[in-house]
């Protein structure tokens, strides 16, 4: 069964410095999306990306983020200068069309030190 | 804000049904309902969703009320493996951004 791939499992940055986070998404969907778990408490909404721009971003979602789509099947998360409160698991989630769900991948553990 | 309500934790005796409830009762015409679980700090796994009509597959049944205020997951026979966080959602038709709520834990014990 396709699945979204997220890479690297666990990345460690020094605060201040910059993070991209990888996924690739089901191949023939249209939809993506970013999400964030701090540990211990709730997946929160970061950004959803459709036809080639952002379609929502939340209140976490500020200037240090952003998102691209630089070929047809990657989709990365950069945080510019990364802060101690960054630290959380970035799941990364793609769906087919409208109505049918999200499918996630296993999540990036980033860790600021 | 999560736009919905579920007990914080169950308990499932291993082989019975656990039946998981949520309410959603500012559900809106349409709006989907979906169950995810999530097991320790893996990303959270599709299990089943719903507009109107109850549904089931391979994993678990879904049964939303008429009036779609509340619905039910059920799980016909818990194993061990089934023990997880399990969020129900309420998301739009549009670009249907996902709000998690707290979920409920679900002990399934031998």
């Known amino acids: 069964e396709p699945e979204v791939t997220q890479t690297p499992s666990h990345q460690v940055t020094q605060m201040g410095q910059e993070v991209i986070l990888r996924c690739v998404p089901i191949?023939?969907?249209?939809?993506f999306y970013w999400y964030r778990q701090i540990l211990g408490q709730k997946v929160e909404f970061l950004v959803s990306f459709y036809n080639n721009e952002i379609s929502e971003k939340s209140e976490i979602f500020d200037d240090q983020f952003s998102v691209e789509r630089p070929d047809g099947s990657n989709f990365t998360l950069k945080i510019r200068s990364t802060k101690l409160e960054d630290s959380a698991m970035y799941f990364c989630?793609?769906?087919?069309?409208?109505?049918?769900?999200?499918?996630f991948g296993d999540g990036t553990r980033l860790s600021i030190l | 804000d999560a736009k919905t309500t579920q007990p914080p934790s169950m308990d499932c005796a291993e082989g019975r049904a656990a039946n998981l409830p949520c309410n959603h009762s500012?559900?809106?015409?349409?709006?989907?309902v979906y169950w995810y679980r999530q097991i320790h700090s893996q990303g959270p796994q599709y299990i089943i969703h719903?507009?109107?009509n109850n549904e089931t597959n391979e994993m678990a049944s879904l049964i939303i009320t008429e009036d779609r205020k509340s619905s039910t997951l059920i799980l016909p026979h818990a194993t061990l493996r089934d023990t997880a966080v399990y969020y129900c959602?309420?998301?739009?038709?549009?670009?249907?951004?996902?709000?998690f709520g707290s979920g409920t834990k679900l002990n399934v014990k031998p």
């Open positions: 719903g507009l109107k």
């Open positions: 500012t559900i809106s015409g349409n709006e989907y």
């Open positions: 959602i309420v998301g739009e038709d549009n670009f249907n951004k996902f709000y």
């Open positions: 191949s023939n969907h249209l939809y």
């Open positions: 989630a793609s769906r087919e069309r409208r109505g049918e769900p999200q499918h």
